[in-house]
T-cell receptor, first 112, second 114 residues
């Protein structure tokens, strides 16, 4: 059962445009992570948000955790070709293992 | 180079054969995980391990077996491969401790079952 839905699934934009990726669930998570995955490689963590309503910025990337800790968004300002990749959100269940439930992914292509 | 490695990187096998995918990490992380990645499903957890000799099922364990005799190794075995097990398999590790949430992923093994 997929508990985390991401939208859009695919996004192709021109360099310099802004975009937002959404990650939605009906479940509450103790924290939410965003990963980026490049072709032929494993996912790499971008950020972890923990508190409802929390906003974190990583250069041109802005991450927000929903107030109810059920959803999150990733906003990229002035996208660059280097931002191209698969973006995955992952909700953490907490506890010692803190298992992750991954979203379906958003494949972003930024054209120069 | 230290980190988490997977082997082989690519594997083609036939239905019914046994296949073992290897995962090795040099950080002495307590937790290790196996995921499969399929289009439209994202990453799904197959098995995980909290420490040597401690393993547990994830979301999609059927058809897979794991072992963890040493902290640094976490092999995944497909006892009798099926076409539905064609996928990209990722191993990950995580240190123990409060606040240790980041999982570190290997480069993946691309498996094709004919």
């Amino acid at each position: 059962t997929q508990l985390l839905e991401q939208s859009p699934q695919f996004l192709s934009i021109q360099e310099g445009e802004n975009l937002t990726v959404y990650c939605n669930s009906s479940s509450v998570f103790s924290s939410l992570q965003w990963y980026r995955q490049e072709p032929g490689e494993g996912p790499v963590l971008l950020v972890t948000v923990v508190t409802g309503g929390e906003v974190k910025k990583l250069k041109r990337l802005t991450f927000q955790f929903g107030d109810a800790r059920k959803d999150s968004s990733l906003h990229i300002t002035a996208a660059q070709p280097g931002d191209t990749g698969l973006y995955l959100c992952a909700g953490a269940r907490g506890g010692a293992t803190n298992k992750l439930i991954f979203g379906t992914g958003t494949l972003l292509a930024v054209q120069p | 180079d230290a980190g988490i490695t997977q082997s082989p990187r690519y594997k083609i096998t036939e239905t019914g054969r046994q296949v073992t995918l290897m995962c090795h990490q040099t950080w002495s992380h307590s937790y290790m995980f196996w995921y499969r990645q399929d289009l439209g499903h994202g990453l799904r957890l197959i098995y995980y391990s909290a420490a040597a000799d401690i393993t547990d099922k994830g979301e999609v364990p059927d058809g897979y077996v794991v072992s963890r005799s040493k902290t640094e190794n976490f092999p995944l075995t497909l006892e009798s491969a099926t076409r539905s097990q064609t996928s990209v398999y990722f191993c990950a590790s995580k240190p123990e401790g409060s606040g240790q949430e980041t999982q570190y992923f290997g480069p993946g093994t691309r498996l094709l079952v004919l």
